[in-house]
């Protein structure tokens, strides 16, 4: 059970970076520039999914505190801030997003008022998220810290945390930008997204070996644990080596192929993180670890809940596919 | 400010402001379905406008629900990691399975909100109802996690070495409370929510009172909002029976019920001085708390005189919470009994300008009984976070400087029920130009509504 619980934590945060991380990212792209139709198609393609893509992260919050409890605490506790942050980004951007779609007078002021707090609001979300994921690896947290400074700031504030945040924001960005290539058939829309989809992709790249070096500076020996596992070395490998293609399939506007390949490069990344990681979840100030099996909750704890998610995505994968079904055609669509 | 008092109230912020959302995210799903329902039967223009209108608002609420909705799943942890660390793998249950029901309402919410004219009529309207249904379901089952934070089952604790074992988290998840409190929730979601948007109606109905839009908007609201009020007391009385019992500190501190007596007498107002453990003002209706605590005018009932000194609830917010509580839900309920008399019988009275005042003005009662009753419930168990075995001391984050997330919670959130209110008021502002049968109007002085259906009432 303890397999299956840890397959749909793994799985909800891996959905939630595709699905949610590219809600986020539709914000995002639109920091620099924007276009009038550009938005439109946004608030369309992402309007009858983005409550469900958020979901994920519900379910890995509750997988967690029910499955592995001292880590969520510690978690809760170290990076408090970063959290607190990434919410106060959630509930901005959710409720700017709503506002924009739903007010009944849609004057200058207030769309341009609501689309600047959603784009702010899915900039800082994206930040936090990645900032959160990277101080948990860091090897910062000190559940024993004599100070609130070494406590609650160290863990994240630190180059390898906050390079880790743009990277995730980098990441998501492009993720949307490829997703909405082909969102809309006008070839002036796709090629705004086209372009958006390798200028992201290429500050992803960069941001890469930044990643590296920040983890250097901050004392992990990141890039002598990736060389030191050949799965890690071959997903990192093949994620880089299918990048030419990648450039190429964003260039010819390819709406399946890049949706494919761009999920697939997330996912070897976040496999190799993983695989660099297992079964550590939480990296200690003093050289020791949360390990994922190690902070389980009791046995029928992880029954209860591992038959509970494997009846649940009955219901919810079906549903799920159900709506994205519905809405992935294009054409006028009739909002309320 | 201390930073444990800090997180208590950023807690209480946080759920207080989020019970709202939830509340109507419960409701309205099934005033939609009714108005839906009414206009693929009929055809009549009117329920299509009600429904779309009421989805444009309701899109907003469901946005601001989820995202602090999110937020509480956080503070869970943010603010009570001790108690998070030891109660999630016992009462994780409910959450998940509410996890899996919030899923399928943002879906079928998706479905509901983007499908017209998507899909087939049926299953668009089906859409809807699942809304409700997953909106009802996760509210029992977050609910549930609440009452097993006031009635712990499915594990055995050792006060000594500080250890839960032996959990058993469905034995948890269906507690003793989990019945009472899941009813009592759900029927006072759906009187709020029916008496808000009552209410709403009302007030628009004022000016213009043969409005058919409106007309049909406060009825099919007072339906619903109606029933539940009515039957709400009577889930009261279970809950009240149930916590006399279960934990008689809370049903004390309610009632400021300080010296355990037999023929215990019902408390109506009353002012409690908690040093000295009298009751000023207020009026005793002698042997009554008894009779309804117990069923039996002879039956103890036990004071705060019977627990220790330490484990006492605030008692003044306690009883003012309940009396604030009770006294607007009897309001409502006999509102309600109004409501159904003259709709039955005086339907002339529903165009009344003071039947109209008088649901206008309850607009904000039946949401105001809801947070005071959740006061009752969560400031009646102090100290305790889980009854009997987790002060909430005990239970909160070692963070200090708690007070600067409470201040920037309440700041974001007021700007957000400002903002809410505002687009509320747009939405009202703009129904003329969007809504043809906003024309329309009804004849009230006929016993029965001329519409191209049925009797609707």
């Known amino acids: 059970m303890y397999i299956i619980v840890l397959t749909f934590l793994l799985l909800s945060l891996v959905l939630y970076a595709l699905l949610g991380g590219a809600d986020f990212g539709a914000g995002v792209i639109q920091l620099l520039s924007t276009t009038p139709k550009a938005e439109k198609v946004i608030g369309r393609a992402i309007g009858p999914i983005w409550e469900a893509n958020h979901m994920w992260l519900i379910i890995a919050v509750v997988i967690s505190f029910m499955g592995f409890p001292a880590i969520f605490k510690v978690i809760s506790t170290a990076l408090h801030i970063p959290i607190f942050i990434l919410l106060i980004g959630i509930i901005f ?3 700017a997003y709503a506002f924009k779609h739903y007010d009944a007078i849609k004057d200058e002021k207030s769309q341009l008022m609501y689309h600047r707090v959603f784009v702010w609001g899915s900039l800082v979300s994206s930040l936090f998220i990645g900032i959160t994921f990277g101080a948990m690896s860091l090897g910062k947290i000190d559940p024993n810290a004599a100070d609130f400074y070494s406590g609650y700031i160290a863990p994240w504030f630190n180059f390898f945390s906050i390079s880790v945040g743009f990277l995730a924001t980098a990441l998501f960005a492009f993720l949307a930008a490829v997703y909405l290539i082909g969102e809309n058939e ?3 829309v796709k090629e705004f997204f086209i372009q958006k989809a390798w ?11 930044i990643v590296f070096i920040a983890a250097y500076v901050d004392g992990l020996a990141l890039f002598n644990e990736l060389i030191s596992s050949p799965l890690s070395i071959f997903a990192v490998g093949l994620a880089a080596a299918a990048l030419p293609f990648l450039f190429k399939a964003i260039r010819q506007g390819k709406v399946l192929l890049t949706r494919l390949m761009a999920g697939a490069q997330t996912i070897l990344i976040l496999g190799a993180w993983l695989l660099l990681h297992y079964p550590h979840a939480i990296m200690l100030n003093n050289g020791d670890s949360l390990d994922l099996y190690d902070s389980r909750a009791p046995d029928a704890t992880l029954a209860v809940l591992g038959w509970a998610l494997m009846l649940g995505s009955l219901f919810i994968l079906p549903a799920l596919g159900y709506l994205y079904v519905v809405f992935k055609g294009h054409g006028p669509e009739e909002t309320i | 400010m201390g930073d444990l008092l800090a997180a208590r109230l950023q807690m209480a912020f946080s759920l207080g402001f989020h019970i709202i959302f939830a509340c109507v995210g419960m409701a309205m799903p099934f005033l939609m379905a009714i108005a839906h329902w009414r206009y693929i039967k009929t055809g009549d223009a009117v329920y299509k406008d009600l429904s779309k209108a009421w989805s444009k608002g309701v899109a907003i609420f469901f946005a601001t ?20 660390e030891h109660a999630g793998p016992i009462f994780g249950m409910p959450f998940s399975l509410e996890g899996t029901a919030f899923f399928i309402e943002a879906i079928a919410l998706g479905l509901f909100l983007y499908g017209w004219g998507k899909i087939p009529k049926w299953i668009h309207w089906s859409s809807g109802l699942v809304v409700g249904i997953s909106g009802v379901a996760s509210g029992i089952l977050v609910v549930a996690a609440n009452a097993w934070m006031n009635s712990p ?9 500080n250890t839960y074992s032996n959990i058993d988290p469905i034995a948890a998840m269906f507690n003793p409370a989990w019945f009472t409190q899941a009813l009592h929730m759900v029927l006072a979601a759906f009187t709020a929510t029916g008496f808000a948007v009552a209410g709403v109606h009302a007030f628009l109905l004022i000016r213009k009172p043969a409005n058919r839009f409106h007309q049909q908007a406060m009825r099919i609201a007072l339906l619903v909002g109606g029933i539940a009020a009515f039957l709400q007391p009577i889930s009261g009385d279970l809950s009240a029976k149930d916590v006399a019992i279960r934990q008689p500190a809370k049903l004390a501190a309610m009632e400021a019920h300080f010296h355990t007596e037999k023929y215990a007498g019902l408390l109506i107002g009353g002012i409690p001085n908690e040093e000295t453990g009298e009751v000023h ?14 069923g039996d005018f002879k039956q103890e009932v036990v004071g705060l005189d019977q627990i220790p000194k330490d484990e006492h609830p605030p008692v003044a917010v306690t009883h003012f919470a309940f009396q604030i509580m009770v006294g607007a839900g009897t309001f409502l309920m006999m509102v309600a009994l109004l409501y159904f008399f003259a709709q ?7 165009g009344h300008k003071n039947f109209l005042w008088l649901i206008a003005l309850s607009t904000p009662l039946g949401m105001l009984a809801v947070e005071a009753g959740w006061t009752v419930t969560e400031v009646g168990r ?13 239970a909160v984050t070692p963070m200090p400087g708690i007070q600067y997330s409470f201040y920037t919670v309440v700041v974001v959130y007021g700007l957000l029920a400002i903002l809410v209110s505002w687009l509320m008021k747009r939405q009202v502002q703009t129904l003329a130009q969007n809504y043809d049968s906003m024309d329309e109007e009804i004849d009230l002085n006929q016993k029965r509504v001329h519409t191209k259906t049925e009797a609707i009432d």
């Not at chain 1, 200028?199 to 070996?209: D, F, T």
């Not at chain 2, 207020?282 to 009779?291: A, D, E, N």
């Open chain 2, 344 to 350: 039955r019988f005086r339907p002339r009275w529903l």
């Open chain 2, 65 to 84: 629900g989820a995202v602090s909705g999110t937020v509480l799943s956080f503070e869970l942890g943010l603010l009570w990691p001790e108690f998070m």
């Open chain 2, 382 to 394: 102090q100290p305790w976070i889980i009854n009997g075995i987790m002060r909430t001391k005990d």
């Open chain 1, 186 to 188: 006008e070839s002036e």
């Open chain 2, 281 to 294: 003002y207020g009026i005793k209706i002698p042997g009554l708390l008894s009779f309804l605590a117990h």
């Open chain 2, 153 to 161: 089952a499915g594990f055995d604790y050792d006060p000594v070495s």
């Open chain 1, 199 to 209: 200028k992201w992709l290429l500050v992803a790249v960069g941001l890469g070996p």
């Open chain 1, 93 to 95: 951007r959710g409720t």
